[in-house]
């Protein structure tokens, strides 16, 4: 809006906060054996406004007898994940994980502010049930994955460009094969060996 107030030239307008240029998503071994945690990491830019919406897909073989069991969620004042009930499809079971927000992570979890480049847990889930050596991975436009359930993210009402490493990870009772793919160089940087 433009107001000219005795000769005097205002420009009045809401300021806009700046949102990271896309968001990567990764899911490795938990800090406590037995467990998965979803990891997100804002490039560009920081995060502390509204995540609007977020939601993920995780998927291991239909051979495996894990389930996930309840999440333990990070920032949930400022966006809770709900979870649809597992779907088995083309041998290969699914959960996804939703939320809205409403309010800023900067207010309602100033501890969970998303810090550029960083990698960033937002839910932990145990494995139940898993007696050998599982592969889970966060999918989208998988082989017999349910429709509308793919990687995606808004923040701030605005939807971001998304990534996610797609790196399998394998979690068991007895030792994995693949288990390396869980290793990681520091605590929030997952690679392969």
């Keep these: 809006m433009l107001l000219v107030l005795q000769g005097t ?18 899911l490795v071994e938990g800090s ?21 919406a977020v939601q993920f897909t995780i998927s291991w073989p239909a051979t495996s007898p ?11 004042a400022g966006f809770s994940l709900s979870s649809t009930p ?5 041998g290969t079971i699914f959960r996804t994980y939703s939320a809205f927000g409403f309010d800023p992570m900067s207010t309602t979890c100033p501890g969970e502010v998303w810090t550029a480049g960083v990698w960033h847990r937002i839910m932990t889930v ?7 050596c599982t592969t889970f991975q966060i999918v989208s436009n998988a082989f017999g994955q349910p429709s509308d359930t793919n990687y995606f993210i808004s923040l701030g009402g605005l939807v ?18 693949w288990r390396s793919s869980c290793i990681w160089k520091d605590p929030m940087t997952p690679v392969r060996c």
């Excluded at 030239?9 to 990764?26: E, H, R, Y």
């Excluded at 054996?33 to 804002?42: A, F, I, K, N, S």
């Excluded at 894990?66 to 949930?76: E, I, S």
């Excluded at 971001?160 to 094969?177: E, F, K, Q, T, Y």
Aim: glycine content about 12%.
């Design 126 to 132: 145990p494995v139940n049930g898993n007696t050998g």
């Design 160 to 177: 971001r460009p998304v990534s996610s490493n797609r790196r399998p990870c394998s979690s068991g009772s007895m030792p994995c094969r």
């Design 9 to 26: 030239l205002v420009l009045l307008g809401a300021a806009v906060a700046q949102n990271p240029t896309s968001v990567d998503i990764d």
């Design 66 to 76: 894990a389930t996930l069991g309840t999440r333990v969620q990070y920032c949930a």
């Design 86 to 90: 597992q779907v088995t499809a083309s």
């Design 32 to 52: 406590t054996p037995g467990t998965l945690e979803v990891r997100v990491r804002p490039n560009g830019q920081g995060f502390s406004g509204i995540v609007s």
